[in-house]
T-cell receptor, first 116, second 116 residues
Framework: DAKTTQPNSMESNEEEPVHLPCNHS???????IHWYRQLPSQGPEYVIH???SNVNNRMASLAIAEDRKSSTLILHRATLRDAAVYYC?????????????????FGKGTLLTVNP | GAGVSQSPSNKVTEKGKDVELRCDPI?????LYWYRQRLGQGLEFLIY????????KSGLPSDRFSAERTGESVSTLTIQRTQQEDSAVYLC??????????????FGPGTRLTVL
């Protein structure tokens, strides 16, 4: 399985942009890059995903390096509610007879602290 | 609309007892997943259902763990003869369909299991 590397923790100030990096040097051509986050005492929630091009949605932006060996999740204006563990995940797709496996393989993620 | 729900939210049991954890996915979601999260760790995949079938049981830690799904809806994860190392938060997720590489998973709040 292709693996990802993220810093254990990062700190930001409220209303400032946050850039969360992820390295995935062994990514394969068909791996999608997904980001999930887990707020305290909650299950993870989807943030964004992409393949090659940069992506934007209402929660965040995803910048993907041209060689796809790294990516950056961008929160444009951090709020206190954005304090969470952020997981960068490569989609682990394995073809199984009659269907496909879509499990997510989570690492330890980056703990983001947002200071007021 | 209603999200993924899990019950109970907390379960304390004695070593050697059996426990059942329940997951109600989002209505109409055909894929269902179970994950486990030990304290301070990332999520570990346990099992995946497509409809009522489980194409991938590769993450189940031992034969004490089993899961079933009925009516393409509710799923139950059963742990027999619980051990202290089974203590963790058990998370359930569902997704709309099995097709596509970019399928978002919706997570429930989890069941916190403590084995004394």
């Amino acid at each position: 399985d292709a693996k990802t590397t993220q810093p254990n923790s990062m700190e930001s100030n409220e209303e400032e942009p946050v850039h969360l990096p992820c390295n995935h040097s062994t990514i394969s051509g068909t791996d999608y890059i997904h980001w999930y986050r887990q707020l305290p005492s909650q299950g993870p929630e989807y943030v964004i995903h992409g393949l090659t091009s940069n992506v934007n949605n209402r929660m965040a932006s995803l910048a993907i390096a041209e060689d796809r060996k790294s990516s950056t999740l961008i929160l444009h204006r951090a709020t206190l509610r954005d304090a969470a563990v952020y997981y960068c995940i490569l989609r682990d797709v394995r073809a199984i007879s009659g269907g496909s496996n879509y499990k997510l393989t989570f690492g330890k993620g980056t703990l983001l602290t947002v200071n007021p | 609309g209603a999200g993924v729900s899990q019950s109970p939210s907390n379960k304390v049991t004695e070593k050697g007892k059996d426990v059942e954890l329940r997951c109600d996915p989002i209505s109409g979601h055909t894929a269902l997943y179970w994950y486990r999260q030990r304290l301070g760790q990332g999520l570990e995949f346990l099992i995946y259902f497509q409809g009522n079938s489980a194409p991938d049981k590769s993450g189940l830690p031992s034969d004490r763990f089993s899961a079933e799904r009925t009516g393409e809806s509710v799923s139950t994860l059963t742990i027999q003869r619980t051990q202290q190392e089974d203590s963790a938060v058990y998370l359930c997720a569902s997704s709309p369909v099995a097709g596509g590489f970019d399928n978002e998973q919706f997570f429930g709040p989890g069941t916190r299991l403590t084995v004394l």
